[in-house]
């Protein structure tokens, strides 16, 4: 698993699967993994579950990128306290789930929770059949930017 900015501010965290390393073969096995993890999870709420891939394939002009073949959100919220009215914009918590052909991709953007940043870091380790060797424990690691804190009302 691994860090990168997207768009010089967001920070999201992406583990790529290869489908010979994974416990499922089909994005729908993939999709209720996670459910079924957020169901269990003493303070998490499934919001619900979202076909991107199908919802973009609908409109005339809406383009998915040709290596992928379905793309999924699992829609959950961690959210245990409101401290201030501004954090609702930051609540909700999507992982992105795409089958682009010989493995799949799950993304999820970082939080200020450290309890939910090691869920979903969890999650999506569950899905691995074995350690990969290029998977370091320093690539794993969730770390909250700090412009990215409750405390200074980013």
Known sequence: M???IIHEKFPVYILEVEK????FSQLEDVVAH???????HPVVRLIGVFDHYAHTSAFA???NAPD?????NVVV???MAIPQPEILALRLRSIGIADVGDRFTVSFLGTPMPI???AMEIWARGLMTRTNPNDTASQGR???PSYFDYNNNN
């Open 34 to 40: 996670f459910v079924r993890e957020a169901e269990a």
């Open 77 to 79: 919220c961690f959210g």
């Open 61 to 63: 002009d809406g383009e």
């Open 142 to 144: 969730m770390v909250t």
């Open 68 to 72: 992928i073949v379905g793309a999924v």
């Open 20 to 23: 010979s390393d994974c416990r």
């Open 116 to 118: 939910a940043n090691t």
């Open 2 to 4: 691994h860090q990168v």
